[in-house]
């Protein structure tokens, strides 16, 4: 990528952060609803009322459930997978002009890239890689459907998926397979929004008409892409675009159609290779933005207005003791998310100017500090070896003794290596040590310290435990080394991509000398707890609404990420060599 196409970069980022925030905000008010029911929930709990218990599940169900289906629908060879691959910034669906079978495809969130097979009068389901699809659902490779195959589910670590949005790929219609258009037209209920798309080689035909007229019926938003534009010289688009637009206002009687001109091919590349330039030429972002911002206020306007009124409906006369409360929280609630419905339909209003510009979301599946995890590897390699000669050499038991052993969490990971034979061996000097200890403690012959008035033995401090002064020497030795890495890779366009409790984090920003790389850090590391939070709520919200199905490895992973991010391995000490005392 050029240097021409920094500030195009820097346009998109603040356009895709804006389109981020609108979505964010939909979940917020989705989550603060969510919290409300709980509250309810335990308040109907605490009085028995178990109809009102059963309501608020329901309603936490339908909140956990909450996805919005954007079905692509277009005759064979319009571009459609071409289309959603430009979106989604890869080729994982496959494309070009062999059909695909009877099989609906959807594309939603997940951490990792696979697609999971589901069969036809079956519950059985086989996973393969996102590589593989078209072994499956093209036509060449599995002629007439002849495996059975009912949906194919792609998931990929792409944030707007993640953001409530469920892609869904209809096989062609009016292609020399009859299912497949058959298959597209019973899917068209279940859609959300269309976007219909036809191709300025061969615009609207006939047979397309009457799909599209079929496509309104079914759905309240339609979104209507002449894709290939490519292919035209630049003074004839204009013209391809007026004609499709009097076609479809011809056909659906509607005054007001917006046309999107679009290359998905063009868009693709573009992506791919992260020219915002192109992109933008392409026409794609204009057709993104306007999704967006259909999706964040229609969910908005029916979704959560209705679950706020059904949860008003439901509280209102109940008798639970918070029940004002909660109604007013409710009410509340509701008032911001009309507002903020109704300032989105006003003309030029940010909604309708963001553009999404949705990247691959990096997985955090291995979420860990890496001053942590240097740690951790230090400090099992060192007892891997001491615990050895703690068992075998005299000397290294006397010195262990005098050092009072190790301290309490070294001692049990010491003892997670050891044998019940080696501890046997090793632990007679310490043991006998601390008897003498205690029998001079006894007889006033030896300092003591006392707590709450009682006489008691000196505890080992910190920094004489072996494994600790490890850890700290460890510990130091990954800031400095991590702190070097960051300001190497400055000039360059990739950043280390490291996580930091918060212990650890403090300690790298003194390390580095750099403040706008230690920006570049927190700004990071503030990206990474918001999408450990979200998905600590989306984890409760489908756990409640007993939805555990929907739940992602990485929402399964959210609770123990959470306490990794604010303190640390729980086999590191806080601060490694300072005392305990």
């Not at 890689?129 to 792409?158: K, Y």
């Not at 298959?183 to 219909?196: E, G, H, K, W």
């Not at 799909?211 to 013209?239: H, I």
């Not at 930091?500 to 590391?525: M, N, P, V, W, Y």
Request: proline share 3%; net charge negative; with cysteine.
């Amino acid at each position: 990528m050029g240097n021409k196409n920094i500030p195009q970069a820097e346009g998109e980022a603040a356009q895709h952060s804006e389109s981020r925030a609108a979505l964010a905000g939909y979940e917020a008010w989705k989550h603060a609803l969510g919290q409300i029911l709980r509250e309810a929930n335990a308040a109907a709990y605490r009085t028995k009322q178990q109809t009102l218990e059963h309501s608020v599940l329901e309603l936490t169900k339908k909140l956990a459930d909450d996805r919005f289906y954007l079905t692509v629908v277009g005759q064979f060879s319009r571009g459609k997978s071409t289309l959603m691959n430009a979106i989604l910034g890869k080729d994982y669906l496959p494309s070009g002009i062999v059909p695909v079978t009877s099989a609906v495809t959807t594309v939603s969130y997940g951490t990792r890239e696979r697609v999971i097979l589901r069969y036809a009068e079956s519950n059985l389901t086989r996973e393969i890689w996102v590589h593989e699809l078209a072994d499956f659902i093209t036509e060449r490779a599995n002629p007439g459907n002849r495996n059975r195959i009912a949906m194919a589910e792609v998931q990929v670590p792409v944030e707007i998926l993640q953001r409530g949005f469920f892609f869904v790929d209809t096989p062609g219609l009016g292609s020399a397979v009859q299912e497949n258009t058959a298959t597209t037209l019973n899917f068209l209920p279940s859609a959300d929004a269309i976007v219909f798309v036809t191709s300025c080689d061969a615009p609207l035909t006939a047979a397309e008409l009457g799909y599209l007229r079929q496509c309104r019926s079914s759905v309240r938003q339609l979104f209507v892409v002449v894709n290939k534009m490519d292919l035209v010289p630049a003074e004839e688009m204009s013209r391809v675009i007026d004609f499709v637009k009097a076609k479809v206002v011809e056909e659906l009687a509607e005054a007001e159609v917006r046309i999107y001109a679009v290359s998905a091919r063009d868009a693709l590349a573009a992506r791919m290779n992260s020219d915002a330039c192109h992109f933008e030429e392409s026409g794609l972002a204009a057709l993104e933005k306007d999704i967006v911002a259909y999706v964040t206020s229609h969910k908005q306007q029916d979704f959560l207005l209705q679950a706020c009124d059904r949860a008003v409906e439901m509280l209102v006369g109940s008798g639970v003791g918070d029940q004002d409360a909660l109604v007013a929280r409710v009410e509340v609630l509701r008032g911001e998310i009309a507002q903020r419905a109704t300032d989105r339909e006003r003309p030029g209003s940010s909604a309708y100017e963001v553009a999404g510009n949705y990247q691959r979301s990096d997985s955090l599946l291995r979420l860990n500090c890496s001053v942590c995890d240097r740690i951790v590897d230090a400090v099992f390699d060192f007892l891997r070896t001491y615990q050895y000669d703690l068992c075998v050499s005299e000397e290294v038991q006397r010195e262990h003794a005098e050092a009072g052993g190790f301290c309490a969490m070294h001692t049990w990971q010491y003892a997670n290596l050891a044998s019940p034979q080696g501890i046997c061996s090793a632990y007679p000097r310490l043991l006998f040590r601390f008897s003498q200890d205690l029998l001079d403690l006894a007889e006033g012959r030896a300092s003591h310290h006392a707590r709450n008035g009682v006489s008691g033995p000196p505890v080992a401090a910190v920094e004489n435990c072996p494994a600790c002064q490890r850890a700290a020497a460890a510990g130091r030795r990954a800031i400095q080394e991590l702190a070097a890495a960051f300001e190497s890779a400055a000039n360059t366009e990739k950043r280390p991509a490291r996580h930091f409790c918060l212990t650890h984090l403090e300690e790298i920003l003194r390390a580095l000398r750099s403040t706008t790389i230690g920006k570049d850090i927190l700004i990071h590391e503030s990206e990474t707890f918001r999408r450990v939070a979200e998905n600590l709520q989306r984890y409760a919200l489908k756990h409640e609404g007993r939805r555990s199905d929907l739940i992602s490895e990485e929402e399964w992973q959210a609770p123990k990420q959470a306490l990794t991010l604010l303190a640390g391995h729980r086999n590191v000490q806080p601060n490694p060599g300072r005392s305990r005392r």
